[in-house]
Nanobody
Framework: VQLVESGGGAVQAGGSLRLSCAAS????????MGWYRQAPGKERELVAR???????TYAASVKGRVTISRDNAKNTVYLQMSDLKPEDTAIYYC??????????WGQGTQVTVSS
């Protein structure tokens, strides 16, 4: 099983990024997929989640600035982020979880937002 994130980078405040997570080795369509982030010295936190049926959940801190989506044909989940703020700086991790609570994590991708 592999979850491979891409799309991170360094942007200025107000900028945008789109993260991608390509999954392999799982039946992607039955997995709930999520994006988490971890800033230095802080705990990992949920950013957004999309269920197998497409229902979405967002952290209050990013709601309105972030959109999670999935393409089951490409086994890929996306996180479109706009109006980025310095406090969005973190390593962003992709997560996949099935109904049996089996879950997998990607290796993370760094997002750095400068003021």
């Amino acid at each position: 099983v592999q979850l491979v994130e891409s799309g991170g980078g360094a942007v200025q405040a107000g900028g945008s990024l789109r993260l991608s997570c390509a999954a392999s080795g799982i039946i992607f369509s039955i997995y709930a997929m999520g994006w988490y982030r971890q800033a230095p010295g802080k705990e990992r936190e949920l950013v957004a989640r999309i269920g197998s049926g497409g229902a979405t959940t967002y952290a209050a801190s990013v709601k309105g600035r972030v959109t999670i989506s999935r393409d089951n044909a490409k086994n890929t989940v996306y996180l479109q982020m706009s109006d980025l703020k310095p406090e969005d700086t973190a390593i962003y991790y992709c997560n996949g979880q099935n109904t049996y609570a089996r879950e997998y994590w990607g290796q993370g991708t760094q997002v750095t937002v400068s003021s």
